[in-house]
């Protein structure tokens, strides 16, 4: 963050070429306004003369503008000290807009020799004339400065309020993902108790396979968003402890789209569908069952899917940590693009789907 500062601070333009062509612009359109009331009341138009006239205005101003932006930051207008920063300003702008006269006076001097009156006589002429407008340029200049501040400090404080709600939203995610770990842990350890008491050989492959599953977790990347195929991995590995404990009672097919192995996927977005699947479709049967895992692409959106060919669901069904840790983790990281359906399947067994943006 700090690096992209610098670089956007390095592109911006110095102060000195802002006030130059911000002035320029200045001198331009009332030189256009001059030109256009030449032609409309003399039928004649002094084009250099004209034009000279007001750059010398607008360039007066413009050595002055940075001495008016040092007045307006060393005493704003906020609500505290308002009343001695408002007197400042209105001795401020009767001085700078007599000086500005002067400098303009001395540059009509050097520039338009031909035309000048004498000094004195010239000063009070446009003092009389032009004094007053001095004032609303001084002002313009000041409440110019003031606006732009006050934006810069809604965009600060835009910026920091993001920055804090990002860092709140990854202690979420940090805070479920860690929930998510112990709950997958301790359901596999009892597994492997249940297992000791039947087979030992078998136990004894779940603890491989669970200190390998674990060997992966632990060195995997922090972050909470991985290829599908590094989650595709892990899966593997969860399921080669869970294939011990059931031995042939689970069968695993998987579809995953060839356009869909190097999407990005939520870390852990697999294993508590799986865990959910097994639990309600394979678990409580004799016979055991089929799980089906499914990744596609549909056009801007990646959907996963995991089936099972089980009774379903009931309406009285809640969900656990692992299905609610999903959902909660899908609307942090994509929002109402993120989603998590449940639904029984019209042939029987239960279809959980979830569905991200494809990227």
């Known amino acids: 963050m700090a690096d992209l500062s610098i670089k956007i601070a390095r592109r911006r333009l110095p102060q000195w070429a802002i006030i ?38 607008a360039y007066s101003w413009a050595a002055l503008t940075p001495a008016i932006l040092w007045l307006a930051r060393r ?20 001085f700078f807009s007599v000086f500005a006269l002067v400098i303009f006076i001395f540059l009509r001097e050097i520039i338009l020799p031909d035309t000048r009156p004498p ?33 810069r400090r809604y965009r600060d404080r835009e910026l920091r ?5 990002t860092r709140l939203v990854q202690a ?7 929930q998510l770990h112990p709950h997958f842990l301790f359901n596999t350890l009892n597994s492997i108790s249940v297992l000791m008491r039947r087979d030992v ?42 294939q011990t404990r059931f031995r042939d009672r689970l069968t695993v097919r998987m579809r995953i789209e060839t356009e869909a192995i190097e999407a990005m996927v939520p870390h852990l977005i697999f294993q508590p569908l799986v865990e959910n699947a097994i639990r309600h479709g394979i678990r409580d049967r004799e016979t055991g069952g089929l799980i089906e895992i499914r990744a596609e692409r549909r056009g801007d959106k990646l959907r996963l899917e995991v089936r099972d060919d089980g009774p ?8 656990g940590v692992g299905l609610s840790n999903t959902r909660a983790r899908l609307e942090y990281l994509y929002g109402a693009e993120g989603r998590l359906e449940l639904r029984n399947d019209g042939e029987g067994g239960l279809v959980t789907s979830v569905q991200i943006p494809f990227r």
């Open 119 to 151: 000094l004195v006589e010239s000063l009070w002429s446009l003092a009389t004339a032009e004094f007053h407008a001095g004032l609303l340029i001084y002002s313009a200049v000041v409440g110019i400065d003031h606006a732009l501040d006050y934006y």
């Open 20 to 57: 130059i062509c911000g002035w320029t612009l200045f001198g331009l359109f009332f030189a256009s306004q001059g030109f256009i009331s030449q032609a409309r009341y003399d039928g004649r138009i002094a084009w250099a003369r004209t034009l000279a006239v007001w750059l010398m205005c």
């Open 161 to 165: 309020a993001s920055q804090l709600e």
């Open 172 to 178: 979420q995610l940090d805070a479920l993902k860690m």
């Open 75 to 94: 005493f704003p207008l906020e609500r505290r000290k308002w009343l001695r920063s408002l007197a400042i300003h209105l001795a401020s702008a009767a």
């Open 312 to 319: 379903g669901i009931e309406e009285s069904f809640s969900e």
């Open 201 to 242: 050989d078998a136990a004894d492959r779940m603890l491989v396979g669970l200190s390998n599953l674990l060997r992966v977790t632990l060195a995997s990347k922090t972050a909470h968003e991985i290829p599908l195929r590094e989650e595709l991995d892990f899966l593997e590995k969860y399921l080669e402890i869970e």
